[in-house]
């Protein structure tokens, strides 16, 4: 987390950080780290939420971790965002009961950036796996509260929404599907997006959308299956380079090409998992995340504090949940215009 802090304040010359978490051992890391003097406050916690404290522990028993600091901070307008490696469950509890859900939200959801292959690299999917299960209506504010998302993190002015399904026919998939198939059709207008239909998952990582709205069970699932094919198609190419003289002469003249396919296909470009539908803006880092992956989450969460996402996504949210009076609506113009901010604490 230092290292990454240390790596990303260069780029946010805007932005002072709280660091929370043993104040001993931060002022010993921090004192090692050119360029961090001046511009980190500790915040002493005496406990840690560990990966195997289970959530419901940590709602009861969670005063006084690193982790309930941090929330605590974003919850007292302290900070305008918070950064976190930790436990996902333990942290979505404690986000949510610091900084309860926003009005007209069932509930939450973790969206995440894809490679993809849209002129900006990146699509919007979610949820994640903050709830397993969703339904019509959740998945109609998944739609609404992604859309707000790609607008101000992708700067997309007009995002298209895709329903991942089993198939582009309207026909297929459950229940719950079919009628947030309707839902979200008719509130694309209301919510500032276009919804071009069903999507598969072949479409992910494609340029026919740029939000794609799933339940967590599915999105957690396909967010592993890609992360690890990642890593495989990454360990072939090594071993088959280093298979015998030729093939490591081979690697050599393709050095420059295989570097720029590493970068693109690098996670830790794409690292940090923004919790959508609380009030204030919670990042998950990966948990094995190194310092460029940490770092990366640092400059999403510093890139949404000043572009006023919260109060954009607040207010996207109210108008569109509610009713219609003139049977019109589009992006506010608060929210198409994304801000260049001032000075942010994360």
């Given amino acids: 987390m230092v290292a990454g802090l240390a790596l990303s304040i260069r780029e946010l010359p805007d932005a002072d950080f709280l660091l929370h978490g043993n104040e001993e051992e931060l002022a010993r890391l921090v004192a090692q780290e050119a ?28 005063e006084g971790t690193s982790m309930w600091s941090c929330i605590e901070s974003v919850k007292q307008g ?17 986000s949510m009961i610091r900084l309860r859900r926003l009005p007209g939200i069932n509930r939450p959801a973790i969206a995440s950036l894809w490679p993809s292959r849209n002129p900006g690299g990146f699509n919007v999917m ?9 339904e019509a ?20 002015a007009r995002p298209r929404v895709g329903l991942l399904n089993v198939g582009t026919e309207e026909h297929k998939g459950r229940a719950e599907l079919k009628e947030a198939h309707e839902l979200v059709a008719q509130s694309a207008e209301a919510g ?14 494609s340029d026919r959308v740029d939000v794609i709205v799933t339940d967590g069970f599915t999105g957690n699932v396909a967010l592993k299956t890609g992360e690890g094919t990642a890593k495989l198609i990454s360990d072939f190419l090594r071993e088959e380079f280093n298979a015998s ?34 009030n204030g803006t919670v990042i ?6 190194d310092a460029t992956g940490v770092a990366a989450a640092i400059r999403l969460a510093h890139q949404l504090a000043a572009a006023g996402f919260q109060e954009r996504l607040a207010a996207r949210v109210a108008s569109a949940m509610r009713p219609r009076q003139d049977g019109t609506d589009g992006a506010t113009p608060s929210e198409t215009a994304v801000g260049t901010g001032g000075g942010t604490k994360e």
Avoid: W
């Fill in 245 to 278: 003289v030729f093939s490591r002469l081979a690697a050599l003249f393709a050095l420059s090409t295989l570097r720029r396919l590493q970068k693109r296909m690098d996670p830790r470009r794409a690292n940090g998992g923004v919790f959508l539908g609380l």
């Fill in 78 to 94: 302290a900070a305008t965002a918070a950064v976190s490696c930790g436990n996902t469950g333990a942290l979505m509890a404690l």
């Fill in 35 to 62: 360029g961090l003097a001046g511009r980190v406050t500790l915040c002493h916690a005496d406990r840690v939420v560990t990966m195997q404290d289970k959530p419901s522990q940590v709602m009861r028993h969670g």
């Fill in 192 to 205: 500032g997006f276009d919804y071009v239909g069903f999507v598969e998952g072949s479409d992910i990582p």
């Fill in 284 to 289: 998950k880092s990966h948990g094995s995340a």
């Fill in 137 to 156: 209506n959740d998945l109609l504010q998944f739609a609404m509260m992604g859309a707000s998302y790609a607008r101000n993190g992708l700067r997309l």
């Fill in 126 to 134: 979610l949820d994640m796996g903050a709830d397993v299960k969703a």
